[in-house]
Structure formats: C-alpha cells, structure tokens
C-alpha cells in the first residue's frame, strides 16, 4: 500500500521553528518530485515548497522565502520541511504529495498535479 505520513506538526509560538517530515511506504520516494501543501481553515489549499526527485530543483511561494527550506534523505525515503521565523498566518495542516516525475508545465503550486497524499499535520503558531 503506498502512503505518505507526515509529521512534526506542533503548537509553537510566533518567532519558533518547527521540522516537518513526510515519510513514504510501499515505495521509493527516488522518482517522485514531493510538494508541500497548507491548508487553513477557510482557506484553498496553497503549495508551499517543492523539490524535484534529486533535489535539483526547489521552490518556495512567496510568503514562506527565507524562512522554510525543503530538503530530502532518499536513503531513508523522508522528505524534510524545516519551518523558521513562524508566523500566526503559517497556521494550518500540512500536507506532503508525491508526483512521479515532475509536475506538469513545472507547475508545483498546483494540487491537482499530485497523486499521493498524507493525511497532513497540524501547525499552529500562536502565544
């Protein structure tokens, strides 16, 4: 069964970090590209990191540049979201995905690229 679980998901203040990670099963993590999807209440689901399958290419929406940094260990088939400087608006559950290759047209943002999904973690940031 193939599945993706994330975790690391916390109560944190504003200003703290937190370290996500989202490990696969039932198959190798090597050929697939892994996004970052959050999703608060109220709100559309919103991409917020992706690397490719190697790691060559990472990217990062806007809100969230400087602060997180997507990183992958495809010996131990887990894909890593270190998440600094957090803010109350980073509140939210998230989500890692699996896309086998790359996205199409190269759009990572996109949830509809994905095939596999977590259940996702909660993050919330508030004093």
């Known amino acids: 069964q193939l599945q993706l679980v994330e975790s690391g998901g916390d109560l944190v203040q504003p200003g703290g970090s937190l370290r996500l990670s989202c490990a696969a099963s039932?198959?190798?993590?090597?050929?697939?590209?892994i996004g970052w999807f959050r999703q608060a209440p109220g709100k559309e689901r919103e991409g917020v990191s992706y690397?490719?399958?190697?790691?060559?290419?990472?990217n990062y929406t806007d809100s969230v540049k400087g602060r997180f940094f997507i990183s992958r260990d495809n010996a131990k088939n887990t894909v890593y979201l270190q998440m600094n400087s957090l803010k109350p608006e980073d509140t939210a559950v998230y989500h890692c995905?699996?896309?086998?290759?790359?996205?199409?047209?190269?759009?990572?943002?996109?949830?509809?690229?994905?095939?596999?999904w977590g259940q996702g973690t909660q993050v919330t940031v508030s004093s």
């Open positions: 690397i490719s399958s190697r790691g060559f290419t990472i």
């Open positions: 039932g198959f190798t993590l090597d050929y697939y590209a």
């Open positions: 995905a699996a896309v086998m290759g790359i996205p199409r047209g190269n759009r990572w943002y996109r949830a509809s690229e994905y095939n596999y």
